[in-house]
């Protein structure tokens, strides 16, 4: 059983989560979808609601599960048996910052990191810009599920 974590602020889900989520999914017996509690930066939702959307997002796939996390990664891996982390990547500028917490969290506990190369589709896409756009009244249709495009209409009184 090899079971691996996705972890991220995830404020929202948008789809280019979704489709890293999904495609370890398939490599993985098992995804645990964590959230990081970060006491320091208030979001646009709260833990609760962003675990709610990540679980009407991947309730089709069996072996996922959601939760959250507050500390350093490494140790919520030791405590759940996870064997590695699984991250994303877009572009040149996540991958300088990826590969320096991948090589500490090695360091700390010899835990691996595995990046998975964004769809093209979603290379743009970040949590915080669909915020901002969605904060201006663009429309974000497409990329995030519909039921998060429903709450961000809502957050944002439309
Ligand atoms: P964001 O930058 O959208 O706020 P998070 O902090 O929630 O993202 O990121 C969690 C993980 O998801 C990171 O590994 C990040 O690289 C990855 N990720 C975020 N957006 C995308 C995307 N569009 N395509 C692939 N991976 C992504």
Known sequence: MTKVVC???????????LDIIERSSHLFDEVVVAVLVN???????????????????????PNITVDSFQGLLVDFCRDRGIAAIVK????????????????????LSGVDTLFIPTS??????????????????GDVTGLVPNHVLARLNERFGR
């Open 88 to 107: 994303g990547l877009r572009a040149v500028s996540d991958f300088d910052y990826e590969l320096q917490m991948a090589q500490m969290n090695d360091r």
């Open 7 to 17: 972890p991220g602020s995830f404020d929202p889900v948008t789809n280019g989560h």
């Open 120 to 137: 093209p589709a979603y290379s743009y896409l970040a949590s915080s810009l669909v915020k901002e756009v969605a904060k201006g009244g």
């Open 39 to 61: 006491e320091n930066k208030a979001g646009l939702f709260s833990i609760e609601e962003r675990i709610e959307m990540l679980g009407e997002a991947t309730s089709s796939l």
